[in-house]
């Protein structure tokens, strides 16, 4: 089955700084890639996706890139403010009827003012 | 649209007694909904798949009899947890999979707030 690596599993950045968390995937027939934001107490938000036809994507501060070959996918946050603060996951998924996220072990991002 | 609410949101029992978690999709259908449980600072670890109108699928280790699943409408999924115990107290979250209508995005996952069981 598939199993997904993440790194670091903590990361502290000033604010205005970047932010990187790396993944890895296993399963090469993965082809969906959405990463979640979690606060504390609170449910996954989806903040962005990529899918495996696609090498890389931005929305605003937040950019995710895809290395299919690899079986690495990244995201970027610039301009890093303190509610950015949360834990990050990320996961892979073959976006199949029926087919379940498999997340990664999380990131937990501080953002010091 | 595509909103999962979850009830109860918290829920406190004594051990040795059973208590039901519901998810509901409450503005597009759900064939399929996942049941996750996620212990402070870890992952969502899947526990299953729910498919409307037959058996759920129960991910490696996971037992069927102690976490019952009934996902008998296409936007009403119920997780009970049978004879809790305190090694039971976890936050629940399920989530419902997107079909293409009614703003949900097919295959994306529309995740409820989550349920806190306490076992005391």
């Known amino acids: 089955g598939e199993n997904v690596e993440q790194h670091p599993s903590t990361l502290s950045v000033q604010e205005g700084d970047s932010a990187v968390i790396k993944c890895t995937y296993s399963d090469s027939a993965s082809n969906y890639f959405p990463w979640y934001k979690q606060e504390l107490g609170k449910r996954p938000q989806l903040i962005i996706d990529i899918r495996s036809n696609v090498g890389e994507k931005k929305d605003q501060r937040i950019a995710v890139t895809l290395n299919k070959t690899a079986k690495h996918f990244s995201l970027h946050i610039t301009e890093t403010q303190p509610e950015d603060s949360a834990v990050y996951f990320c996961a892979a998924s073959m976006q199949t009827s029926y087919d379940k996220v498999i997340f990664g072990p999380g990131t937990s991002l501080s953002v010091i003012p | 649209g595509a909103v999962v609410s979850q009830h109860p949101s918290w829920v406190i029992c004594k051990s040795g007694t059973s208590v039901k978690i519901e998810c509901r999709s409450l503005d597009f259908q759900a064939t399929t909904m996942f049941w996750y449980r996620q212990f402070p600072k870890q992952s969502l670890m899947l526990m299953a798949t729910?498919?409307?109108?037959?058996?759920?699928?129960?991910e490696q280790g996971v037992e069927k009899d102690k976490f019952l699943i009934n996902h008998a409408s296409l936007t009403l999924s119920t997780l009970t947890v049978t004879s809790a115990h305190p090694e039971d107290s976890s936050f629940y979250i399920c989530s419902a999979e997107g079909s293409g209508l009614a703003g949900a995005r097919p295959y994306e996952q529309y995740f409820g707030p989550g349920t806190r069981l306490t076992v005391t």
């Open positions: 729910s498919n409307e109108g037959s058996k759920a699928t129960y």
